[in-house]
């Protein structure tokens, strides 16, 4: 079992997440962060940290953001791991509201 990052995190990426993660199991590139599956140990400690309710338990990842699984096992191995909290991108903060958080 793994968690997923979904498409609320894309425009956003916030890191909140990666400030309490035990691994280095985020990865991000200039949009979004990406869980790598063999990394993380399913603690779930990212979850509430996310302002805006992007990372799922894989079991529990909403029917129509499935597709996010795959992803996130493709695209984190490629990228640099983020272990260090830092800024969203710009916009993060409108896009959160346009969220609805």
Sequence with gaps: MTF??????????FTDCVAVCPVDCFHGDDDMLYIDPAECIDCGACVPE???EAIFDETQVPDNQKHWTAINAERSVALPVINVQGDPLPGAQERKEKLGF
Excluded: I
Aim: hydrophobic content about 25%; some cysteine.
């Design 50 to 52: 996310c302002p805006v």
């Design 4 to 13: 997923v990052v979904t498409d609320n995190c894309k425009g956003c990426r």
